[in-house]
């Protein structure tokens, strides 16, 4: 893909978006919600032998486990797109800190973004597309 966006004089950006767990997941303190969390929490593993058919599976994740897996995402990407020479550009920490400073960027009972997550990552896309020409 990268050949490619070349070809055509582009240049490739991978955008991390993070999820509203993973905005989120470091200001979860109430045991109840913690748990509602972890109990929902499915991992997903390739299975050995069959082509690495995706296997899902309910596991229940410890606090850590689950915060190392949320951060290991973007981590995973980060590596593969610096490895790879091509661009990346992590909405995480803007989101973390924007979610503090002025509320939520997601529905409430949706994992989607609302107005204002969307108009975030827009101008945060359109300022790195800017800086970069």
Known sequence: MQALTEAQG???????????????????????DVN??????VTV???????GRLLFQPTYLSYDQFSANQQAQEKLLSDFTNDAGIEFLNLTPLFWQKSIETGELY?????HWNQAGNQLAADAIADYLQEVR
């Not at 993070?18 to 989120?24: I, Q, T």
């Not at 529905?107 to 994992?111: E, R």
């Open 36 to 41: 509602n969390v972890l109990e929902r929490t």
């Open 10 to 32: 582009a240049r490739l950006l991978v955008v991390f978006i993070p999820s509203k767990e993973h905005v989120l997941w470091s200001r979860v303190w109430d045991e109840v």
């Open 107 to 111: 529905h409430y009972a949706d994992p």
């Open 45 to 51: 593993r390739l299975s050995e032998g069959d082509h």
